[in-house]
């Protein structure tokens, strides 16, 4: 009889115990995060769509014991987490001319605002294999970013020629860029880079192509991808989530030029361009997103 009741005291001392730590989390949160040393890596992978980003601290230095500790470092690290991704979404390139550090340094987007959608991100942790550290994996879906970033309510309908041409209805728009292009308005060549937010342009500097102009879905509004995806052994010689986005008969164009101050944006031939905006049918592409840009693997 004795040994129960003592197992009975000994578990509500635990628990009780454990209800206290509870209570206090959050405030000794608040006290370590400003002093845990964290150590983060971040990077994007324009092909699979998504921002990967790591984060991890030394729960010794922290002054961490397991077991009993890991509940109070998995909330340490989520509490933080949120900040720790500031750097590498503010890096991310918009356009041909900013980051979304400039949205945030006019006002447009706040800081309050991308803590919140990188609550939503997938993320998950776990202890090293030392089981010194603990370790958080963030994924951030370019096509939510993108969602996130715009705004409008209805998408801009490309604009139609005034002399249209004959042209077949085509089932995606593929612009190859991936090799060294002449930069427009300047002496130079260089490669096309990704962004969100690319614009196409044709060679009589017509805007064909730009943000407002695609519908506000949780995808790009262009996928990147590499030569290699286009010259499959298929129907369409595409790889099998790009044939599902081009489509069995996409229009190939090949780009003359790359624009902008980051050279993200690709200059077409203006009979190309052509084939896009004479068509209702090749238009409602660039609005539904159909679109995809090659570039070179060293770039993606």
């Known amino acids: 009889m004795r040994s129960k009741i003592y ?44 921002l990967n980003a790591q984060a991890s601290f030394n729960l010794a230095q922290a002054g ?17 987490y949120p900040g720790l991704l500031r750097p590498y979404l503010l890096s991310v390139r918009l356009d041909s001319g900013s980051t979304l550090r400039a949205l945030v340094d006019k006002g447009e987007v706040s800081l309050e605002d991308l803590d919140r959608f990188s609550r939503e991100v997938e993320k998950v942790s776990s202890l090293s294999t030392d ?7 963030y994924t951030v879906s370019l096509g939510k970013l993108s969602s996130f970033l715009n705004r409008h309510r209805q998408a801009l309908e490309p604009q139609r020629p005034l002399i249209p041409v004959q042209t077949p209805d085509y089932t995606g728009i593929i612009i190859i ?4 292009l002449p930069v427009r308005g ?23 192509y730009e943000r407002n102009m695609y519908e ?17 052994p298929t129907p369409s010689g595409l790889d099998g989530e790009l044939a599902a986005l081009a489509g069995p008969n996409p229009l190939r164009i090949i780009a003359r030029e790359i624009y902008g101050i980051y050279p993200t944006d690709p200059v077409i031939d203006r009979l190309d361009a052509l084939k896009i905006t004479s068509s209702d049918n090749n238009r409602r592409l660039l ?8 570039l070179n693997n060293n770039q993606l």
């Open 7 to 50: 197992q009975f005291r000994r578990k509500k001392k635990v628990f009780s115990c454990l209800l206290l730590a509870a209570l206090f989390f959050p405030m000794a949160i608040w006290g370590q995060t400003n002093q845990i040393q964290f150590d983060t890596s971040g990077s994007i992978d324009w092909v699979r769509k998504e």
């Open 64 to 80: 961490i014991r397991l077991p009993v500790g890991r509940l109070l470092a998995e909330e340490t690290l989520n509490e933080a």
């Open 131 to 137: 089981l010194s550290r603990i370790i958080g994996m």
């Open 177 to 180: 860029a991936n090799e060294e």
């Open 186 to 208: 300047r002496r130079s060549r260089t490669l096309a880079e990704p962004c969100l937010f690319p614009k196409i342009w044709d060679t009589e500097m017509n805007l064909i």
């Open 216 to 232: 506000n879905r949780d995808i790009p509004m262009v996928r990147y991808t590499t030569a290699e995806s286009i010259f499959r």
């Open 287 to 294: 609005k539904e997103g159909r679109v995809v840009f090659v």
